[in-house]
């Protein structure tokens, strides 16, 4: 126990630590032994695994993100998990139903997201900040946001980190004296409101306030109580356009009005101010693990993340040595370190030894799996998976 106390020594169960032999009793041993048994632990592991080409590994990330036929996902629940996956994600407003969602949830239905928003369990909203500075936009003038506005799923209690994670210390710039700045303190003020609300308390023609809106959205302020408030405004914006090219008025169908309003509006929650640096660079970690699989620099040229790399590479040290990530040379062809998620070895395995079909995938240029597209001049991508086709 002196041992014990001067942290020359551990306690614990060493030669049985699941603790399944009923004889068992407390162990004690010396901590610089007990480093060096898991550090030969770590290598075995480390040496156990045999790496991929990339082009096996393309054909993992197809599984592991459920694209390919046999791995999609059904149902409500089976889209929760996909947003669990992606969440943090972000790519254009108007390709995540009909280009993501629809391709890893089989027989996709808008009804079930609006169900997962509705009830609290997922959120949406922009987490970057644009590269541009608000202020050079002349004043009376929106962000003229569109389909192409980047915006991510995520789980609504996740929000909080995953702004701070995808922000740091930064803020959205908040638009100058207008229609969207009064809609932005309405709701500062009130809450979650409708946009007739909306209108009548800000005192701007509906019009108004659905430009206010989007340009909340460009921002990465504001949110909505379901995805069908998106739809409702991409579709707002396509009659808008479409208006220049009508010879005559036409009359409202019914139920178009309804449709335009899309739920209620409210301000996105603040970035989470009080994290522990390296708390938030596990929750990274552990997000980036689940999504890709395995994880390595140059897989995140597309992720947007404030928190540096090297304070991610020590949180998948820190969880490599609790036994929730595995270390090694997964892949070949990518230099520094490379981290997977305990389920992914397995399935990496697996990927090697399945003969390949021929099967051919196609994915949206927008898709978080659409690693091999070159882009001029300097392509984004991990080097060497731009040189291997969607091939199963």
Sequence with gaps: MQLENEGFALRGRFTDPAGTDPASTEEFCARRLLTRIHAYTRERKRREIEPVTPQDFMRFLLRWQHVTEGTRREGSPGLLSVVE??????????????????????????????????????????????????????????????????????????LPWLLRAARGDRAPVLPGPGQARDVLSVLAERGALFPADLAALAGRAPGAVTEALWEGVARGLVTADGFRAVRSLLAGRLLASAAFTLARPRLRRAGQHATRAGGRWSLLPPAAADDDPDELAEAVAEQLAARWGVVFRDLLARENIAVPWRDVLWAFRRLEARGLVAAGRFVNGFSGEQYAHPDAVDVLREVRKRPRAGETIRLSAVDPLNLVRRHPPRSPYPRGLDEHRHLR
């Design 85 to 158: 996956q992606l969440q943090g994600f972000e790519l254009a407003a108007g390709a995540w139903e009909e280009s993501v969602l629809a391709a890893r949830v089989t027989g996709y239905q808008r009804e079930w997201l609006d169900g997962l928003c509705l009830s609290g369990e997922v959120s949406w909203g922009r987490l970057s900040l644009r590269h541009d500075d608000a202020e050079d936009v002349p004043r009376g003038r929106g962000l003229s946001p569109s389909r192409a506005t980047p915006i991510t799923l995520a789980v609504r209690e996740d």
